[in-house]
């Protein structure tokens, strides 16, 4: 999150005007905080054509919703009302309660629908809408989250905002019924005053987050050191992972901090980042029954997650669980690889290839109930001898360690699984796999939480290189298959041969004409990955062309760095550079890491300048606030190495060529690049001819060892120890 110093004044100044006296309107004309008995209306508005699941779930609320568009500027501009901006996503629970609670409220949605233009938006369709308000309302409540609410003059400026409300007030704290009189009160007797604290605010958001300090660090090992020290610090040395309640998995910050200990030794450092990954696999976060992770956990000892399951999230992990195999060569790491992926293709994978978004917390209205068991259910269930391991193990007490208190009647009792005593016999482990078994077969019976199928460019191009590369590592062709097949779907649905042009969702059979950096970046570096572990000349073709795009489109040739959004994005009122890594990386920051790797493959060195540019342009961000740049961090320090890469001879389909692939990637080296000898790869590549047997050459910037035939030498020849990135590399 970035500090606004200059907003909490000017927050607190409207924030006071609001909570004085103002003139309401009358008492009849104030929002209704329960629908009048007897009555049912069925509506339609607005969202009923959109495609997203999310927009689609509010198309029949009372509540007069406009998509994010021209129609709905344009509406408040000529009635003169202020916009109420409420995003969310599809697999959101507290969006599931104040729906609940307050746009499927008659009473609440007459009142939106006379004095406001009310608009959804769908963050994970429009990341950009979503990254300007929510640094809005970050700043000026000094904390963030979904759903998020925010009141904006007709011109799209932010005046306050919040994210979930309760109908009614708390502890002296307005609900929503109240914010929406006051606020409506406020526009009517002051709107002068509000245009104009708009007005400040939004000059004070282009300036913050459009201009970087004149004056840069020198991107030297010193930098990236000081970072890793300030995140190395805030490990929780108990349950692992970072800082207290709520806990993300974040998991770009524990695999920079792999990275930095494999290059130094630091076996200490080592151990934690496995403690991270065994606690969190531990933990209900963790599913342990049908695999995946969950988004968060609400408590520090990641027992009781936020149920939804994130694509993005089960991306990241599948890559941090794979990074823990190859360093400790401990085979329970790549038991939770398997896990991930092979919950990725049962639950999340369109038959045609693309993967799916999300899963919801909540089914049959609670949050949940999906995944959670009491007692008494495996009493019925289970054999006695089942039963006596399976409590053990997971930690079921009649009592229960979970309840949705979001909602009005909670269910008791409910036991959300979690490893409490993984101590098992050989006996007890077959009892324990019968038991798990019955109740995987009990719970997919169960009614399954909503599922969120949009396909999203972005979030594939996450997936598609973790994938690949467990398909290498793992030896599991299935994953290998997945992806490419989903490249193909991608390539088929969303990408436009012509105007090469990458779109950012597909569902329902249409794509939408969003350009996200995000949408480029990721997938060009899941293209570049999938390219080193297959070594198909088209998917590095089609990196190279991703990567011209994303940097036409995007880049600012002037001062380095992405913009988030196209040129061509006229419904912002300000366009920026996002470099926060937080639950998702920044789209600047896997573009500089994916560009900095073809750079290398090619030896184009437009890849690199740009990518260069950008990590400069970048450094402060590098410096005053690691704990949002972890991957940046990781381009910085594959930045300052020197090159190393592997080249392979021969036919990539031949099975000597997938022996050395498949040795290649067997090496935890993150800074090293796999390459053929065909395709627009580097120049001493192609000079090399195919012999009778496929060779490997490894190379350290421009020296080469002799070549191997023998997956065994080639492994030995990659593991020797990185070192510490050569300290005379500055600026």
Known sequence: MRNFPWLSPIALTFLSMLLVHVPLCNAEENPEPTPKAGVTKVHTNRLVGEKSPYLLQHAKNPVNW???????????????KPIFLSIGYSTCHWCHVMERESFENEGIAAYLNKHFISIKVDREERPDVDHLYMSFVEA??????????????????????????????????????????????????????????AEAVSKQIQIDLTQEPKTKPTLNPDLLRKAVESLAQDIDPVNGGFGHAPKFPSPSMPSLLLRYAARHNDMDLVNKIKLTGDRMAAGGIHDQLGGGFSRYSVDEKWLVPHFEKMLYDNAQLLDLYLDLYLVSGEKRFANIAH???????????????????????????????????????????????????????????????????????????????????????????????????????????????????????????????????????????????????????????????????????????????????????YLLNGV???????????????????????IDRFYDSKDGGFWQSGSGAKDLIVRVKQDDDGAQPSGNSVAIMALLKLSDITEQARFRESAEKSLRFFSNRIENSPYGAALLCQGLDYFLDESRRVVITGDPVNKDVQALIAASHSVYQPTKVVLGNRGQVEEFATTIKDSPQAEAYFCRGKTCQLPTHDPVKLKQMLTEPLKPVPTEKTD
């Open 66 to 80: 406009f998509p994010w568009g021209e129609e709905a500027f344009e509406t408040a501009r000529r009635e003169k």
């Open 140 to 197: 000026t409540t000094g904390s963030g989250g979904w759903p998020m609410t925010v009141f904006l003059t007709p011109d799209r400026k932010p005046f306050y905002g919040g994210t979930y409300f309760p109908p009614k007030g708390k502890q002296g704290s307005p609900g929503f019924t109240e914010l929406l009189a006051l606020i409506h009160g406020h526009w009517s007797t002051k709107q002068a005053d509000v245009v104009a604290s």
């Open 339 to 521: 896990d991930i992926s092979r919950y990725l293709l049962r639950d999340m994978t369109d038959l045609e290839g693309g993967f799916y978004s999300a899963e919801d917390a909540d089914s049959e209205g609670y949050e949940g109930k999906f995944y959670t068991w009491t007692l008494a259910d495996l009493t019925k269930l289970l054999s006695a001898k089942e039963l006596a391991v399976a409590v053990r193990y997971f930690g079921i007490t009649e009592r229960g360690n979970f309840m949705d208190h979001s909602h009005p009647d909670p269910e008791p009792n409910q036991n959300v699984l979690s490893v409490v005593d993984p101590k098992l016999s050989a006996a007890e482990t077959k009892l324990l796999d019968s038991a798990k078994a019955k109740m995987f077969a009990i719970q997919q019976k169960r009614i399954r939480p909503r599922r969120d199928d949009k396909i999203l460019s972005s979030w594939n191009g996450l997936m598609l290189g973790p994938l690949a590369r467990a398909g290498v590592i793992l030896d599991e062709p299935l994953y290998r298959a997945a992806a490419e097949k989903n490249i193909a779907f991608i390539k088929a649905k969303l990408w436009d041969t012509k105007t090469q042009t990458l779109h950012h969702r597909w569902r329902d059979g249409e794509r939408d004409t969003v350009q996200l950096l995000e949408a480029y970046a």
């Open 528 to 550: 570049v990955t999938l390219y080193e572990c297959t070594l198909d000349p088209q998917h590095l073709e089609f990196s190279i062309r991703l990567a011209d795009s994303m």
